[in-house]
C-alpha cells in the first residue's frame, strides 16, 4: 500500500465532494448539504488565495483523506475539511495523524502559530484524536472574530505551535 499525503487542487474535485459528503451524510447524519459548502467546488481559490492549503491522502491514487487550512489572520489558521474513509481510519495506517503533521509543518514554515477548529460533539473519535493532538476545548465566544465558524460546528478547539 503506498500512501502520500499532496497537496490537492480543483482537479480532484469530484473525489473530494464524494468522499466529504459520505462521510458527513451517510455515516454521521450530519445536516449539511454540498450548498453548505462552496468551497469545496472551488479548492483552489479558497484555500490558497489567503495562503491557506488543502491536502489530500492518497493510496494508489485514490483519495482517502483530506485536510485543509484556511489562513484568516497572519499568524492564524482554521482546521477545516478533515476527513478520512472509515476503512482508512485507525493508528495502524496513521493517515489523520499524517494528515495534520503535515498541516503543522505547513504551519510552522509558514508563521501560523495557532490554529483553530470546529467540530461536532457527535464525531467523538475525531474529539479524541485532536486531544490526543494536544489542541484544547474553547468556548465558542473564545474563537477570534475572524474565525470562520460553520452553522454545524458546537464545539471548539485550539492549538498554540509555540509551545
Not at 493510496?59 to 492564524?76: M, P, R, S, W, Y
Request: hydrophobic letters at 40%.
Amino acid at each position: 500500500m503506498n500512501l502520500s499525503i499532496k497537496p490537492i487542487n480543483n482537479h480532484y474535485t469530484d473525489q473530494v465532494i464524494d468522499l466529504i459528503l459520505t462521510i458527513q451524510q451517510k455515516e454521521f447524519n450530519v445536516p449539511i448539504t454540498l450548498n453548505d459548502q462552496p468551497d469545496l467546488l472551488k479548492i483552489e481559490e479558497f484555500y490558497f488565495k489567503d495562503g491557506g492549503h488543502f491536502w489530500g491522502a492518497l493510496i494508489n491514487e485514490e483519495l482517502v483523506g483530506t485536510i485543509a487550512l484556511i489562513k484568516f489572520d497572519e499568524k492564524a489558521g482554521a482546521i477545516r475539511k478533515m476527513f478520512v474513509k472509515k476503512e482508512y481510519r485507525g493508528k495502524e495506517l496513521k493517515i489523520a495523524q499524517n494528515l495534520v503533521d503535515e498541516l503543522i509543518s505547513f504551519c510552522r514554515k509558514n508563521g501560523i502559530d495557532v490554529l483553530y477548529l470546529g467540530t461536532v460533539n457527535i464525531l467523538k473519535a475525531a474529539i479524541r484524536f485532536y486531544e490526543r493532538n494536544e489542541f484544547i476545548e474553547i468556548k465558542k465566544e473564545s474563537l477570534p472574530s475572524q474565525f470562520p465558524v460553520m452553522d454545524a460546528d458546537n464545539i471548539f478547539y485550539t492549538l498554540n505551535l509555540n509551545k
